[in-house]
């Protein structure tokens, strides 16, 4: 890997258990593996992104594989597209569950993680030592130009032109977000006028979009665990009176997946 200095964007070499510029900027591993370069001077708050309750929730959650299709069909796209990619970075890749899974499935491709969630990473890092994780943002990435021809964004906010400054010329970026009618059914719960997610196809300055797909279906949930883990991990769970949250523990839950999925290909 070729991280960067997050102060002064000299490349950062690794001394045993310290990455270090060589203006002295020095940035030391956590015990578990990954290295925070999400300098103080740089966070918006003092422990930005999920907190541990939506981390540990999101956590068992995906864990129980009720979101497993969005990453099997995650993994044939980028086998389809960039088999022979060598280096690899997951963006906003949390606790690690589709970093895993795809690292897994194509083990050719040096795939890495980045989440400005330092909770999250500790979890990654212990459970999947095989990967390097560093805590950072998404908006301003400690990477050399065109270090990576493949990227993924699975619910992650960026920037399109640190998107395509990381990435190399006719890389692969694959993208996924809430397609039209992605729990639906809750929002009818929650809203008066519920809207629909927008549908238009993405557009990334840099890029060139090359496929597009919604992957449709239901999620049922009997179990009040994990329907309290699905709700904990999204914004729902402020927005439902404890009325509703009640119902739904004790009748189920059912509403729509629907995930919107896009291939870019950097131009």
């Known amino acids: 890997m070729n991280y960067t200095c997050p102060l002064c964007k000299k490349p950062l070499s690794l001394d045993d258990t310290t990455w270090s510029c060589s203006d002295n900027h020095r940035f030391d591993c956590a015990k578990e593996g990954y290295v925070n370069l999400l300098p103080v001077q740089k966070k918006r708050s003092k422990d930005p992104g999920d907190n541990k309750e939506m981390m540990f ?3 068992e959650f995906l864990n129980k594989g009720h979101y497993q299709l969005l990453s099997d069909r995650v993994i044939e796209l980028a086998q389809l597209h960039c088999p022979d990619a060598k280096q690899g970075l997951d963006i906003g890749c949390g606790e690690g569950y589709y970093s895993h899974r795809l690292f897994d499935a194509m083990p050719e491709m040096s795939l890495q993680g980045l989440d400005i969630s330092k909770s999250a990473l500790k979890y990654a890092s212990k459970r999947y030592k095989q990967m390097s994780f560093c805590v950072a943002s998404a908006f ?3 990477f050399t130009d065109e270090q990576f021809d493949f990227l993924l964004r699975i619910y992650a906010p960026s920037l399109d032109e640190e998107l395509r400054r990381v990435i190399k010329h006719d890389g692969i970026l694959i993208t996924a977000s809430a397609g039209k ?8 719960l929650i809203y ?3 809207k629909h997610h927008i549908v238009e196809s993405s557009h990334i300055e840099g890029f060139k979009l090359i496929h597009r797909e919604n992957l449709e279906s239901n999620l049922v949930l009997s179990n009040e665990v994990d329907i309290s883990h699905f709700l904990n991990m999204t914004p729902y769970s402020w927005k439902l009176t404890a009325e509703q949250k009640a ?3 004790s009748n189920g839950l059912k509403c729509e997946l629907d995930f919107k999925i896009e291939v870019f290909k950097a131009i």
Do not use: C, D, T
């Open 57 to 59: 929730a999101r956590r």
């Open 140 to 142: 301003e990435m400690p």
């Open 181 to 188: 009618n992605h729990h639906f059914a809750l929002k009818e």
């Open 192 to 194: 008066e006028q519920p």
């Open 247 to 249: 119902l739904l523990i």
